[in-house]
């Protein structure tokens, strides 16, 4: 069984920020990409940013394109989020993934994942 993991979750003024990480346990997995979706109440879970082991690249959501960066380590399977100029709109439960098996889906498709960390809660208030 793998369980990912994330913490860094919290309440911030508008124009902070905050690191969210994510970490993966239990049984050992290598993956191919990991990212980070993130769900408001009534809204559907959408993509925020994304990295491929194989050759590093990222992938970004437009609405967080040059405030978010994504970054981690492969061999720990271990992602972080560095979220700056957090905007009341960035509100939203944010959820790690990691994917296993084959990719049929790029990295910004919610269907390419296997695994899926609980969420942890980011609140930014105007």
């Known amino acids: 069984q793998v369980q990912l993991v994330e913490s860094g979750g919290g309440l911030v003024q508008a124009g902070g920020s905050l690191r969210l990480s994510c970490a993966a346990s239990?049984?050992?997995?290598?993956?191919?990409?990991m990212g980070w979706f993130r769900q408001a109440p009534g809204k559907e879970r959408e993509f925020v940013a994304a990295i491929r082991w194989n050759g590093r690249s990222t992938y970004y959501a437009e609405f967080v394109k040059g405030r978010f960066t994504i970054s981690g380590d492969n061999a720990k399977n271990t992602v972080y989020l560095q979220m700056n100029s957090l905007k009341p709109e960035d509100t939203a439960v944010y959820y790690c993934?990691?994917?296993?098996?084959?990719?049929?889906?790029?990295?910004?498709?919610?269907?390419?994942?296997?695994?899926w960390g609980q969420g942890t809660q980011v609140t930014v208030s105007s």
């Open positions: 993934a990691a994917d296993h098996t084959v990719a049929y889906y790029p990295p910004n498709d919610l269907r390419r994942y296997d695994y």
């Open positions: 239990g049984r050992t997995f290598s993956s191919n990409a």
